[in-house]
């Protein structure tokens, strides 16, 4: 790794460990913030790319084109610089944090005859973290989304066994900028995320197309070409002001020709413009959704959006093996934000989930751990 990039890495954690130091905290006392804990437990990402079209493959900011219009993405993408961003949250229970990091691409595209593609691609993890006493926990497993199924991996040496759902295989975890990360690995076009190696075709040979995106609290690097092993990615809050939470909570009851970003409840508005279906593929609208708008299509008693609104009731279905294991949160800035806006079950955003009673899910706060 070059100095500069050395240098970079050094500030990112340099400016994670200060905030730590300097924040406040809201509810209880936290040894670290939200930041540093997830740049601690962040993936180092292998993006598989497609040399028809490298920068379809970029990962990048929902507004990278510095607005907030879902359907103007696609048509976009060759007008402004593609910087890589991933967005994360944290949920936190007396026993665990639950993080998801979620890689945002302006095209989920193709370039098969008769496929289908579409504006707007946000796919991603949730990573299952034991409070252990140590500053940032010990990870125990993660859950990716993979289109329309999710997929479960353990560390070596993790508590965690098949619950509802079977364990798919084990992750890999390499060194970098002082902690172990786990490595995950997203198609070309279609972007479909797995623990690295199960998806797509690049592994990180040199004569393999691919990008290798390393986590950090404040760059965020351009790629070199489809085809550079070293490049920067920084973390976004998605909590924070003017972020995407925020955009869903200011649209949540909004019809979808009112609304900028959604056209419902966790999903992207997204159009046809920009040649999305141009030649013999389709484009599909609308088909994007954010992390409370992720779902698995047969995993039972686990609903639309809950990998991120009720991470612990998702891990608690998924394994078993989780010991000492508290199913209510003490922060969750998801609930917390939906009950301030005043939702509850009789009040919903427009497309929640009928599964999901609301006022249930807002019962699993509380302040403090017994």
């Not at 798919?168 to 995320?193: F, R, V, W």
């Amino acid at each position: 790794m070059s100095f500069k990039k050395l240098f970079l890495v050094a500030c990112g954690l340099l400016v994670a460990i200060v905030i730590s130091i300097l924040s406040d905290t809201k509810v209880i006392a936290q040894s670290t913030t939200d930041l540093a804990l997830a740049l601690y437990h962040a993936p180092i990402h292998y993006q598989d790319t497609d040399s028809t079209k490298y920068s379809g493959d970029y990962i990048t900011r929902f507004d990278y084109d510095n607005d907030w219009r879902g359907t103007n993405n696609w048509d976009n993408l060759i007008l402004f610089p593609l910087s890589a961003h991933a967005y994360y949250s944290v949920a936190e229970t007396c026993t665990h944090w639950f993080i998801t990091y979620s890689f945002y691409h302006p095209q989920d595209w193709t370039d098969i005859p008769f496929d289908q593609e579409h504006e707007n691609d946000l796919e991603g993890l949730l990573t299952i973290v034991r409070k252990d006493g140590s500053a940032f926990g010990k990870l125990e497993g993660v859950v990716t989304v993979f289109h329309n199924d999710f997929y479960s991996y353990t560390p070596t040496g993790s508590p965690l066994r098949n619950g509802a759902e079977s364990i798919d295989g084990t992750l890999t975890m390499n060194s970098y900028s002082g902690s172990l990360h786990p490595l995950t690995t997203q198609e070309a076009k279609g972007h479909g995320l797995k623990a690295w190696p199960y998806a797509g075709n690049f592994k990180g040979a040199s004569s393999e197309d691919g990008i290798i995106y390393y986590p950090n609290g404040t760059t965020a690097e351009l790629p070199a070409s489809g085809n550079d092993r070293d490049v920067q990615y920084q973390l976004l809050d998605v909590f924070a002001n003017n972020e995407m939470w925020q955009h869903q909570l200011n649209e949540a009851s909004l019809s979808s020709s009112s609304a900028l970003t959604f056209a419902s409840w966790g999903t992207f508005k997204g159009d046809s413009s920009g040649g999305c279906g141009a030649g013999t593929p389709t484009c599909s609208t609308n088909s994007a959704n954010t992390p409370w708008g992720w779902d698995d299509s047969n995993d039972g008693a686990v609903y639309k959006g809950e990998m991120a609104l009720d991470p612990a009731h998702l891990t608690d279905v998924y394994f078993d093996g989780l010991g000492t294991f508290d199913t209510a949160y003490i922060r969750n800035q998801f609930i917390q934000g939906l009950k301030d806006r005043g939702y509850n079950s009789a009040v919903v955003p427009q497309g929640w989930p009928t599964q999901i009673n609301l006022n249930s899910l807002i019962g699993k706060l509380k302040n403090q751990c017994s």
